[in-house]
């Protein structure tokens, strides 16, 4: 069993910037790609970031890409989201997985099989 635990979520001002973290325990994810979701109140969750195992490849949406960086510390068993130039409609929950051994697929739900609980950023205008 993996867990994985997100922080560093709260409440920002827009421009402002926040990290998230995603602690895993459990068994190790240093193996695994890692991603980030997020969800916004009445609407469905939607993919944010990801990272391949070594950290040598990243994926974005294009709603977050140049504001947002994901990263890796595969020695901690962490990874981070770093979000900078924040908007209000970047306000949700977020999420952190691990994707699916040889799945191939980083953008959907599907390709990923443990999550954490969440972490809430607020963006006020």
């Known amino acids: 069993q993996v867990q994985l635990v997100e922080s560093g979520g709260g409440l920002v001002q827009a421009g402002g910037s926040l990290r998230l973290s995603c602690a895993a325990s459990?068994?190790?994810?240093?193996?695994?790609?890692m991603g980030w979701f997020r969800q916004a109140p009445g609407k469905e969750r939607e993919f944010v970031a990801a990272?391949?195992?070594?950290?040598?490849?990243?994926y974005y949406a294009d709603s977050v890409k140049g504001r947002f960086t994901i990263s890796r510390d595969n020695a901690k068993n962490t990874v981070y989201l770093q979000m900078n130039s924040l908007k209000p409609e970047d306000t949700a929950v977020y999420y952190c997985a691990r994707n699916r051994v040889g799945s191939g697929n980083y953008y959907q739900q599907t390709g990923y099989d443990y999550w954490g609980q969440g972490t809430q950023v607020t963006v006020s205008s």
């Open positions: 459990g068994r190790t994810v240093n193996n695994y790609a």
């Open positions: 990272i391949s195992w070594s950290g040598g490849f990243t």
